[in-house]
């Protein structure tokens, strides 16, 4: 089954026909490792739905450091949202870290959807609602965690971005210099 | 006009029979400063829209440190989210800074309402997907920012949140501690 459809399906069924319609919204793109999905003062028309590879959103201070802000691997959605929702221009850079294959779909074909679908309403629903808990878990846990356990969540939580992504990029993503990362592996 | 009707309207227009139908889904609720909405350990039937009043949630560690997640004075929702949506368990407390009132929605009244009325389930991705595009900021800000720019920005963002919350709160919200946040103001 297609990995959109899959994703839907958790949430919601849908027919082979609803199905073809919601996918006519969305174009295929690829892009080669270390190429930009956005980049910093760009406009964002789309967010992406991950069919294949492996993305990350991050913001650069003015010394040229970054704070990782998102992972996407297959079946995730990565966007800059702040930029995306409200058409301004992106703040962060999204880039691959392996060969990736996205969907992409328009804020305005998001929205038409999700008028017309009650269904596609739904499911971005109810994907926002997990997304916004999740990131009040981080939050949480950047409050009140050490470096060490913030590793072994995210290790027990993805085993499987830890071989894929660079271990720099990792301490980028936890908050901790790659110095302090390796103390703790 | 009712905040609750204000608030969804800002978002979508309802005629007055929607939103007495709405409204209907809702129960009334008052607590005094210091009482609790919901305590660690406790299941949470029940998400939180504010007529009146200030409320934090937050998480203590098991020395009695306190990590606050969020705040919500008037037209702002609050629960332990988690444990609301896959009825687990509280992981938070939710007390009260200020005598308040709020409108309580159970789960299952908020799945039929959504269910029921395409008008409410627009409405509730989009209020998801702004706070999930707000904490994506927070978390930027706490890789990032300083203890000072954190401030100056909460500070800017919500000016009254100062006159309403001990300055206590406000750096367990910011992740220093009393002492620091003295330093800064």
Partial sequence: MHLLRQHIEKIVPLTD?????VL??????????????????????????????CIKSYRMNEEGKDY???FAMESWWISDFEAYNKHTPATLN???????????????????????????????RK???SGYIALQQRILSLLSSTAKERYDKLLSQYPTL????????????????????????
């Fill in 127 to 129: 994907i926002s609602h």
């Fill in 68 to 70: 990782i802000l998102q």
């Fill in 162 to 185: 830890f071989q894929r992504v660079p271990k720099s990029v990792i301490a980028a993503y936890l908050g901790v210099s790659r110095e302090t990362l390796s103390r703790m592996v």
């Fill in 94 to 124: 999204i880039d691959c870290i392996e060969d990736s294959e996205v969907l992409c779909l328009s804020y305005e074909n998001r929205e038409k959807m999700c008028d017309e679908m009650h269904k596609m309403e739904h499911y971005f």
């Fill in 24 to 53: 006519s919204h969305f174009s295929t793109r690829k892009f080669r490792k270390h190429q930009f999905l956005v980049q910093e003062g760009d406009l964002v028309p789309q967010e992406f739905f991950v069919i294949k590879g």
């Fill in 17 to 21: 026909s609803e199905f073809d319609y």
